[in-house]
C-alpha cells in the first residue's frame, strides 16, 4: 500500500487575504524539508488566489471549500470549478458537514459537484459521516453507504483512485470530542471495502480515506497508524500554524 498521509487543512470562514499570505509563507518555511506528506490548506474564497501564489513552487497545495458544479452563468453568488482551478487550487473539499447541515447540500448535490470538479481537473475531498442520533440507533454504516454510493454515483473506477474522501462523524467536528482510533479504523476500513465492491480492488487501495474531527497534534499519531486511515482534515486547530506544521509532520509515514 502506498497512500502518501494527507493532511488539510480547512479554514471554514477565517482568515483574511493579509492574515493568509503570511500564513503560507510561514508555513512553506516549516515544512519545507519534509517528505512523504501531501499538504492541503483550504481558505476561504476570497484568499484562494494569494494563498496559491503564496504556495507556488513549495510543497504546499491549496484547495477550495466549497464549488458550484456549473461552468458559468447566472448563479449569483456561486464559484465554479473552473474558476478555482484557475485561482490556482488543486483540491476542493465538497459536502462538509457543516453545507449539508446549514446549507441544504445532499447526496446528489454532492454527486453534481464531484462529477464537475473531476471535469474541471481538481481533485475533490468529498466529506462523509454521521450525526451523534444515526451512530446511536446503529445507523452509521447504513449512512456512510447511502454517502458513498449518491455521492459517488457515476464516478469512474480510475477516478476513484484519484479521489479524497473525508471521514468526519458529525459529532466529532468542533466538538473536542475525536472519534478513538478504532472506531475510526472502523469506519475506514468499512468504506474501504465497500469502494472494493462497488469500484474495484485498485480504486479501493489508491483511494485516500482522510479522518476529520478534533483533530490535534496530540492524537494525530494514534489515527495516523491506523492502516485505513490516509491523513487528516484539520478545522479548528489549523488555524494555529505551529499546530498545524506539527500534525504534519507527526504524518510522515517514517514517523508513524
Ligand atoms: P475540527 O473540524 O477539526 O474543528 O473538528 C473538522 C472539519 O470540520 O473539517
Given amino acids: 500500500m502506498s497512500r502518501i498521509p494527507l493532511i488539510a487543512g480547512n479554514w471554514k470562514m477565517f482568515k483574511t487575504v493579509d492574515e493568509t499570505v503570511k500564513y503560507v509563507k510561514e508555513l512553506r518555511g516549516l515544512v519545507k524539508d519534509i517528505q512523504g506528506v ?30 458550484f458544479w456549473e461552468r458559468e452563468g447566472a448563479f449569483t453568488g456561486e464559484i465554479s470549478a473552473h ?24 447526496n446528489t448535490t454532492v454527486n453534481r459537484k464531484v462529477l464537475a470538479a473531476f ?22 454504516f447504513d449512512v456512510l453507504d447511502r454517502q458513498v454510493q449518491q455521492g459517488l454515483d457515476g464516478v469512474s473506477a480510475e477516478r476513484i483512485g484519484q479521489l479524497v474522501i473525508a471521514y468526519e462523524p458529525v459529532w466529532a467536528i468542533g466538538t ?13 476500513a468499512h468504506i474501504r471495502s465497500r469502494l472494493r465492491q ?11 480515506v482522510i479522518y476529520g474531527g478534533s483533530v490535534k497534534p496530540d492524537n494525530i499519531r494514534d489515527l495516523i497508524v491506523q492502516p485505513d486511515v490516509d491523513g487528516a482534515l484539520v478545522g479548528g486547530a489549523s488555524l494555529d500554524i505551529r499546530g498545524f506544521a506539527e500534525i504534519v509532520t507527526k504524518s510522515r509515514a517514517s514517523a508513524a
Fill in 198 to 208: 462497488w469500484f474495484g480492488p485498485e480504486a479501493a487501495e489508491a483511494c485516500h
Fill in 38 to 67: 501531501e499538504i492541503v490548506l483550504a481558505p476561504p474564497f476570497t484568499a484562494l488566489h494569494p494563498a496559491a501564489e503564496a504556495a507556488r513552487n513549495s510543497n504546499v497545495a491549496v484547495a477550495a471549500q466549497d464549488m
Fill in 119 to 140: 471535469a474541471a481537473g481538481l481533485v475533490p475531498i468529498a466529506c462523509i459521516g454521521e450525526t451523534l442520533d444515526q451512530r446511536e440507533r446503529g445507523e452509521t
Fill in 83 to 106: 474558476m478555482i482551478r484557475e485561482a490556482g487550487a488543486e483540491f476542493v473539499i465538497i459536502g462538509h458537514s457543516e453545507r449539508r447541515t446549514l446549507f441544504g447540500e445532499t
Fill in 176 to 188: 473536542g470530542r475525536t472519534a478513538t482510533s478504532d472506531q475510526a479504523q472502523e469506519a475506514h
